[in-house]
């Protein structure tokens, strides 16, 4: 199987600063990884996806970063808005997809 | 284009009664699968199905079973509640199996008592 932590559970920052949300997975053979966003009564949201064969992928503020070294990947949002307040989890594929147990992101205005 | 809607949104049983729920993927999206969210938890995947078949199945024991269906939308049910099945069901859609995004619906929330 696959164990997916997360660092941190909860991350408060203030609004305008940059975000940064890490994750660890234990299986290296592990070639695919998503990080998703779930607000309150809701299903995760899409945030951004990344391959093995990568180690960095932008979007729209956001970055993922992917060491496979040390099996870590790390989500960074630049200019942290109130809205991105949520629990951002890691999910790592394997013969199904394996979730984190989440970061609760806190912005203060 | 409408994303994966998944119905009731919420439901409140009693222990021992049975409940289905039910999913309809994004359309074009073949594959479907199911997810349980405790409170404080991060989703734990129950099944998969591709192409009306049973692609994966996780840690769960027999009370748990699904189906799809030639339109691709799916049904969960669970049988004999306990009040430990309280929690969010999530149903995910994607285009195939394997590396491919998961997008989910917005749940359904189970309440056993």
């Known amino acids: 199987g696959e164990s997916v932590g997360l660092h941190l559970p909860t991350l408060s920052v203030q609004e305008g600063d940059n975000s940064i949300i890490n994750c660890a997975y234990s299986n290296s053979a592990s070639d695919y990884f998503i990080w998703y966003k779930q607000e309150s009564g809701k299903g995760p949201q899409f945030i951004i996806d990344?391959?093995?064969?990568?180690d960095k992928r932008q979007g729209q503020r956001v970055t993922v970063l992917l060491n496979k070294t040390v099996k870590h990947l790390s989500l960074q949002i630049a200019a942290t808005q109130p809205g991105d307040s949520a629990v951002y989890f890691c999910a790592v594929s394997g013969n199904q997809f394996y979730f984190g147990t989440g970061t609760s992101l806190t912005v203060i205005p | 284009d409408a994303g994966v809607t998944q119905s009731p949104t919420h439901l409140i049983k009693t222990r021992g009664q049975q409940v289905t729920l039910r999913c309809s993927p994004i359309s074009g999206h073949k594959s479907v699968s199911w997810y349980q969210q405790v409170l404080g938890q991060g989703p734990q995947f129950i099944f998969q199905?591709?192409?009306?078949?049973?692609?994966g199945r996780g840690n769960f024991p027999d009370r748990f079973s699904a189906r799809q269906f030639p339109n691709y939308s799916s049904e969960l049910n669970v049988n004999a509640l306990l009040l430990g099945d309280s929690a969010l069901y999530l149903c995910?859609?994607?285009?195939?199996?394997?590396?491919?995004?998961?997008?989910f619906g917005n749940g359904t929330r189970l309440t056993v008592t």
């Open positions: 199905y591709y192409e009306k078949e049973e692609r």
């Open positions: 990344i391959r093995s064969n990568m």
């Open positions: 995910a859609s994607s285009l195939k199996t394997g590396n491919s995004p998961l997008h």
